[in-house]
T-cell receptor, first 117, second 109 residues
């Protein structure tokens, strides 16, 4: 148990559906992340939020829309996905880089296994 | 971003010390070396981080030579529960973590 929870753990959706993934942390962190892991590929960073503001978008298609209403919650809204978007989506949180030496430890949730039919 | 290279897999036996070496030839002055562990069906979990020389915590040691072009994660007396994938990352002060394929460690009885 890392203190980062994700719901749902599994999701099957059609290409015309709209769904959302939810991530929640009560670790007092102010940075949150979405990662994607496709089959047989390494984990890829998608989005970074610091203090509710998006600070990084790693060329992610617009059919993935993140939302960070507060520092404890992060959503990933999905619409008109493609079968190749089927993957494990992981959320993580950390303290944001401030006047601190070195990167801060990221705490990961268990992930949502998404299947797009 | 500095690229890392580590073995795809390793086997060990219970009670042995395991050393996993990671190469990062183009590491930059501001980069740190950080290692994560990942069990099946879970997200990665932080193990240890360092900048130079040696760092030790309750689960592992990290050895970094003076030129910093490689690093070695040392796991003392592994058990079956240490079977996992181990990721070496080189991270500039910041948040852009780039995960490679990692090293799949199998601990045998």
């Amino acid at each position: 148990e890392t203190g980062v929870t994700q719901t749902p753990r599994h999701l099957v959706m059609g290409m015309t559906n709209k769904k959302s993934l939810k991530c929640e942390q009560h670790l007092g962190h102010n940075a949150m992340y979405w990662y994607k892991q496709s089959a047989k590929k390494p984990l890829e960073l998608m989005f970074v939020y610091n203090f509710k503001e998006q600070t990084e978008n790693n060329s992610v298609p617009s059919r993935f829309s993140p939302e960070c209403p507060n520092s404890s919650h992060l959503f990933l809204h999905l619409h008109t996905l493609q079968p190749e978007d089927s993957a494990l989506y992981l959320c993580a949180s950390s303290q944001p880089p401030q006047n601190r030496v070195g990167p801060n430890e990221q705490f990961f949730g268990p992930g949502t296994r998404l299947t797009v039919l | 971003l500095a690229k890392t290279t580590q073995p795809i897999s390793m086997d060990s036996y219970e009670g042995q010390e395991v050393n996993i070496t990671c190469s990062h030839n183009n590491i930059a002055t501001n980069d740190y070396i950080t290692w994560y562990q990942r069990f099946p069906s879970q997200g990665p979990r932080f193990i240890i981080q360092g900048y130079k020389t040696k760092v030790t915590n309750e689960v592992a040691s990290l050895f970094i030579p003076a030129d910093r072009k490689s690093s070695t994660l040392s796991l003392p007396r592994v058990s079956l529960s240490d079977t996992a994938v181990y990721y070496c990352l080189v991270v500039t002060y910041g948040q852009n973590f780039v995960f490679g394929p990692g090293t799949r460690l199998s601990v045998l009885p």
